[in-house]
């Protein structure tokens, strides 16, 4: 059994500055999004809803893979990590959110913490430099700054945590959009 733990729930500043305010409200976005995924097994994340495809671990995994491409590759410049860099997005577009139902549970868990943790470092490191007005290229050659693509992550969270809200009404019954108490660990199968 892993624990997916946080300390706390991780609430945006009050008073802050744009960098704290916007990486504030990513976190809470992405504390809503995993504990919404917490705890279930291979079977509850092929879950979907009414005439929906959407299942959480499709969920977990497409997230995981935006996470890497907006910050891994667009902020760190790094080449993109496995599985991403062996799929050919040309022939196999949606493939993050297809095969999701032939991973573990735990390999789902895994891929998405590791892309949240390389995302978080390649932010720290522009943060701590140049901040929230640094330029990246994105792949058709638009430019976006830090602060654009931070944005577009926090809207991408708040989409799919609302698709999450509702699958895992039906897997479960869980409902609400924070976890109870001070502190929540994750307890997954």
């Known amino acids: 059994m892993t624990l997916f733990d946080t300390v706390g729930y991780p609430e945006p500043p009050a008073v802050a500055g744009e960098a704290e305010t916007l990486l504030g409200s ?3 976005q992405r504390a809503t999004f995993a504990w919404k995924c917490a705890g279930l097994d291979e079977e509850d994340l092929r879950v979907s809803v009414g005439v929906s495809t959407v299942t ?3 969920l977990l995994k497409h997230l995981a893979y ?3 491409l907006n910050f891994t590759r667009g902020v760190a410049g790094a080449r993109l990590p496995s599985p991403w860099r062996e799929v050919d ?3 196999e577009p949606g493939w993050d959110w297809r095969s999701a139902d032939d991973d573990r549970a735990a390999e789902l868990y895994l891929l998405w913490e590791q892309a949240v943790d390389r995302s978080r470092q390649a932010v720290a490191a522009v ?3 140049v901040g929230v007005d640094s330029v990246y290229t994105a792949p058709d ?4 700054t830090l602060r654009r693509l931070i944005v577009d992550m926090i809207e991408e969270y708040a989409r799919h945590t609302g698709h999450a809200d509702l699958i ?3 897997v479960d019954g869980r409902v609400g959009e924070d976890p109870p108490g001070p502190a929540y660990p994750f307890e997954i199968r």
Not at 141 to 144: C, D, K, M, R, V
């Open 56 to 58: 959480l671990g499709g």
């Open 127 to 129: 943060l701590m430099t």
């Open 168 to 170: 895992r009404e039906a």
């Open 89 to 91: 997005w040309a022939t």
């Open 141 to 144: 050659g638009t430019l976006l």
């Open 26 to 28: 990513l976190e809470r």
């Open 66 to 68: 935006l996470e890497d």
